[in-house]
């Protein structure tokens, strides 16, 4: 049954007004790629071979080879020195061409120590490949066909794999820094394989494209095992709509997106709930670092990322609904557990304020550690969900981030190109975090997260351990002992209001423009530059104006109207505050909540006498207001579709005409010591229409 069927009453037009709001928000870009199919899951996890090599890449300088291979363990020298033997006499110089000789299924590659450039690949294209006809990408190059690809396999990739079945390349040294494939920012791609089902890929490193070191695309079968990748200006491991995929033991760092992108990731478990027979990639042992985010992935669907690393990066991991053309969106069913995700505390924006990444790509700095950020993300972040469902993250630690150990967000159906009604509020539900050892490291060393938990409070279904150091909103919705058990479940179809300010001001990022939002303070904004704080100054300053001239011509006589404005004063004080510490969970925000609905309720009950609809509007506002302090600070209330922050939004406005109103008639300001009965205009004088 779709939201909208189950809250009828959910004005319509408060969720256009939402859409309207973030459909202003620039279209959104990522990896963008021909229209490909997800494949039909009848392949399976290739498997190592240790047989022999049926093809060999070397280089010629003998001399060069051997200086790299003197320190190696003399078993490992002495085989690199028979295989270097064999290639002097019928192997490849280049690895393009070794993969060009593959003329059947189930052949091995083997790459000798040493540096491939890979020559006759880098030159830019000529003749019929220099007048191709294909759309553009936003960031510029064409989004080729197949067909392309096949016809000009090096427009875009140092090596191209194309239609090859069970290939393995392997490099043949101690460490995968001993084979290195360099595209030296002439190219998008370092490696790429296209529908080429069950490659194996070993032991080499690849590095410095203008997109992705090693790229896996419809494949149904992959294994990346013990692979380096650095220095891209996207991803460092890019594999999109496969299935029977497996990353282990590998490394990636200095990436402008991600270090591991597996997008689009077969979509094998949609509609199943947590039942969950296989996962269609897995990830194991690898350690992503010192990227804009460690993991990522854009319908990274049915994704087991168990036992690996993401530190030192602005974001530890994160996934998304948030690209169109990405097949399997909405994003669901990943599964994290046992990762160390730590200290992903890296700001890296300031290389685009300053021009350094307005640069061609070589002059950058990638390799003295300039990260040029792709999008908007908040640093300082462990985990990221943005608009994702039914994922499970389990006993991982999380430690170290100055802003949020998780961060959970929901993303309206339109900005992945989908108008249909029913859709808007499909993300962000049935979310478990559950078991996960929050702000201390493995030794048990305490190491806080600015707060654990940042949620914009929209989905049903989420979950949390017990017990988070700190949370927005102040309590969440805790994770019975089985999987889909929640104790006090949530249904809420938007967020909070300044959150989702927040979400859509931070969203206007554009590195090529070099376009920083104001404002976000993921970008450095602090204390007032901040939309958060902003918006608290323009409230406060609007209620003190109007609450100052109601108190003076209505209550100034009245000790319950006066001491309620000065708790009222205190309250809008302390929301202005609380809004400058973004980076902390305190009470402050349910405590100012607090206060101005102690306001209200007495200027409501000092009202009654003389104005006795006015008294009822502000007793309304102060219900609601109390009831957003419960609310946020003690608990969330059950199965609403709505927060009272936002009926209470709407009541305050019309309470702020209204009082104005009140405020500018004359009248006796004794409030509730008026000796005058409640109506006391003689009825041939009342003034018809008008509130009271």
């Known amino acids: 049954m779709s939201w909208t069927r189950r809250f009828p009453a959910v004005p319509a037009a408060l969720l256009a007004a939402l859409l309207s709001l973030l459909a202003s928000a620039p279209a959104a870009r990522a990896h963008e790629e021909r229209p490909v199919a997800l494949p039909d899951g009848s392949g399976s996890v290739p498997r190592y ?21 003197s320190a190696f363990p003399q078993e490992l020298k002495q085989r690199n020195l028979a295989l270097y033997e064999r290639c002097e006499k019928s192997g490849y110089r280049h690895l393009q061409e070794a993969v060009d000789a593959v003329d059947r299924p189930g052949m091995n590659i083997a790459i000798l120590p040493g540096l491939y450039e890979e020559e006759p690949s880098l030159p830019p294209p000529t003749g019929e490949c220099a007048r191709l006809k294909a759309p553009n990408s936003s960031l510029g190059y064409q989004i080729l066909s197949y067909e392309q690809q096949v016809q000009c396999r090096h427009n875009q990739n140092l090596v191209a794999v194309l239609g090859k079945t069970d290939l393995q390349i392997e490099g043949t040294g101690a460490s995968r820094q001993d084979v290195v494939i360099d595209a030296k920012y002439q190219k998008l791609n370092a490696i790429r394989a296209d529908r080429s089902n069950g490659i194996y890929f070993r032991n080499f490193t690849a590095q410095r494209t203008t997109f992705n070191s090693l790229y896996v695309l419809a494949g149904d079968g992959f294994v990346i095992d013990d692979v380096l990748t650095r220095w891209n200006d996207e991803y460092g491991f890019l594999t999109f709509a496969s299935d029977h995929g497996l990353y282990k033991n590998c490394e990636s760092y200095g990436n402008g997106d991600s270090g591991i992108y597996p997008g689009s990731a077969s979509d094998i478990n949609d509609g199943r709930g947590y039942d969950v027979p296989r996962y269609s990639i897995e990830i194991t042992g690898c350690h992503s670092h010192h990227n804009m985010v460690g993991y990522s992935g854009t319908a990274g669907d049915s994704v087991w990322v168990h036992d690996n690393e993401f530190d030192q990066n602005m974001g530890g991991a994160s996934m998304d609904s948030a690209f169109p053309g990405h097949p399997g969106l909405p994003q669901n069913h990943a599964k994290f557990e046992r990762n160390l995700i730590h200290d992903n505390n890296a700001d890296y924006y300031h290389h685009v304020a300053d021009g350094t990444c307005a640069k061609p790509s ?11 950020p792709q999008i908007s993300m908040p640093p300082g972040t462990g985990i990221i969900t943005a608009g994702g469902n039914w994922n499970v993250y389990e006993n991982n630690w999380v430690y170290g981030h100055r802003r949020a150990g998780f961060f959970l967000s929901a993303v309206p159906a339109f900005i992945r190109g989908e108008e249909d009604w029913s859709k808007q509020a499909d993300t962000s539900h049935h979310n478990r975090y559950a078991g996960n050892v929050l702000g201390k490291d493995r030794s048990g060393a305490a190491r806080p997260n600015g707060m654990d938990v940042w949620w914009d409070g929209q989905g049903r279904g989420n979950c949390w351990q017990a017990g988070p150091d700190g949370s927005t909103p102040g309590t969440l919705p ?11 479940g949530s249904a809420r179809l938007v967020g909070e209001p300044v959150k989702l300010a927040q979400l859509l001001v931070c969203a206007d990022y554009n590195v090529q423009a070099r376009k920083l939002p104001a404002g976000c303070d993921w970008y450095g904004a602090r204390g007032l530059e901040r939309v958060e704080t902003q918006i608290a100054l323009a409230v406060a300053a609007v209620l003190l104006l109007v609450g100052g001239v109601l108190w003076w011509r209505r209550l100034r006589g009245s000790r ?30 349910a405590l100012a909540l607090l206060l101005l609905g102690l306001w209200w309720t007495g200027a409501g009950l000092a009202l009654r006498p003389t104005r006795p609809w006015l008294a009822r509007l502000t007793l309304l506002l102060a219900a609601l207001t109390l ?58 004088h009342a003034e018809a229409g008008g509130p009271q």
């Open 49 to 69: 071979r240790t047989t022999e090599p049926d093809l060999l890449v070397c280089k010629t300088d003998r001399a060069a080879f051997e200086h790299r291979i």
């Open 362 to 372: 070589i002059e950058r700095g990638y390799e003295q550690g300039v990260v040029c």
């Open 478 to 488: 805790e994770c019975g002992a089985r999987r889909g058990a929640v104790s006090g």
């Open 560 to 589: 319950l109207g006066t001491a309620a404005s000065l708790l009222g004063l205190a309250g809008l004080a302390l929301d202005v505050g609380g809004s400058t510490t973004p980076l902390t969970a305190t009470p402050v925000p």
């Open 627 to 684: 009831l957003d302090a419960f609310d946020k600070g003690v608990l969330m209330i059950p199965w609403t579709p709505v927060g009272p922050a936002w009926i209470r939004a709407v009541v305050a406005v019309v309470w702020t005409l209204w009082a104005v109103i009140a405020s500018a008639r004359p009248g006796d300001p004794s409030g509730d010591r008026s000796p005058v009965p409640a109506d006391p205009t003689p009825p041939q």
